[in-house]
C-alpha cells in the first residue's frame, strides 16, 4: 500500500503550481527555486517539463513563468464532472434570467470555491470566476450560506 508515499519530483512540480497560483502571476527560476527549496538547475527542469506539457509558460520578454492554458482545460474537465454544477447550471441560469441578476453556485471546502454561475447581464465587473476562491467568511456567497 503506498498510503504516505509521494514522488519527489511531482511533489515538487505541484509546488511550482500552487506558488504561480498564489504568490505569482509572474516568478523567475530563481525566485521559484527559492520558493520551494530546490537548487535552480532543478527548479529549470521542472519548469522546463511544465512548459512541455502546456502546464507552465515562458514570458520571451522577461523570462518570468506563468501558469499554462492546460491547466484551463484541466479545470473545466473538473467542473464538468461535479455533480453539482451540472445539476445547477440550468437552475443558476433560470434565476438569474428572472431576477437580472448574477447567480453563482459555490462550494465551502475551507475556503469558498466558485464552481459556475451566469453573471448579470447588467454588470460592469465581476468579481468571482468558476474555479476561484475566497475566504469563507466575506462577501455575498457568505452571506447566503449562514441565510441558510
Same mark, same amino acid.
Given at each position: 500500500?503506498?498510503?504516505?508515499?509521494?514522488?519527489?519530483?511531482?511533489?515538487?512540480?505541484?509546488?511550482?503550481?500552487?506558488? !504561480?497560483? @498564489?504568490?505569482?502571476? =509572474?516568478?523567475?527560476?530563481?525566485?521559484? %527555486? /527559492?520558493?520551494?527549496?530546490?537548487?535552480?538547475?532543478? &527548479?529549470?527542469?521542472?519548469?522546463?517539463?511544465?512548459?512541455?506539457?502546456?502546464?507552465?509558460?515562458?514570458?520571451?520578454?522577461?523570462?518570468?513563468?506563468?501558469?499554462?492554458?492546460?491547466?484551463?482545460?484541466?479545470?473545466?474537465?473538473? !467542473?464538468? @464532472?461535479?455533480?453539482? =454544477?451540472?445539476?445547477?447550471?440550468?437552475? %443558476? /441560469?433560470?434565476?438569474?434570467?428572472?431576477?437580472?441578476? &448574477?447567480?453563482?453556485?459555490?462550494?465551502?471546502?475551507?475556503?469558498?470555491?466558485?464552481?459556475?454561475?451566469?453573471?448579470?447581464?447588467?454588470?460592469?465587473?465581476?468579481?468571482?470566476?468558476?474555479?476561484?476562491?475566497?475566504?469563507?467568511?466575506?462577501?455575498?456567497?457568505?452571506?447566503?450560506?449562514?441565510?441558510?
Amino acid at each position: 500500500m503506498w498510503v504516505g508515499m509521494t514522488v519527489q519530483s511531482v511533489q515538487r512540480a505541484a509546488r511550482i503550481l500552487h506558488e !504561480l497560483a @498564489t504568490a505569482g502571476p =509572474r516568478l523567475g527560476v530563481t525566485d521559484l %527555486a /527559492d520558493r520551494i527549496g530546490v537548487s535552480r538547475p532543478t &527548479a529549470h527542469a521542472l519548469l522546463r517539463t511544465l512548459e512541455a506539457e502546456g502546464l507552465v509558460r515562458q514570458e520571451k520578454e522577461t523570462s518570468k513563468y506563468l501558469l499554462g492554458p492546460a491547466l484551463l482545460r484541466l479545470g473545466n474537465s473538473f !467542473l464538468e @464532472t461535479q455533480e453539482l =454544477r451540472s445539476r445547477s447550471v440550468a437552475w %443558476a /441560469d433560470t434565476l438569474a434570467e428572472r431576477i437580472g441578476e &448574477a447567480v453563482w453556485v459555490a462550494v465551502l471546502d475551507g475556503r469558498l470555491r466558485t464552481g459556475s454561475g451566469t453573471p448579470s447581464p447588467y454588470a460592469r465587473w465581476r468579481r468571482s470566476s468558476p474555479g476561484s476562491s475566497g475566504p469563507a467568511g466575506r462577501g455575498l456567497a457568505h452571506l447566503g450560506l449562514n441565510a441558510g
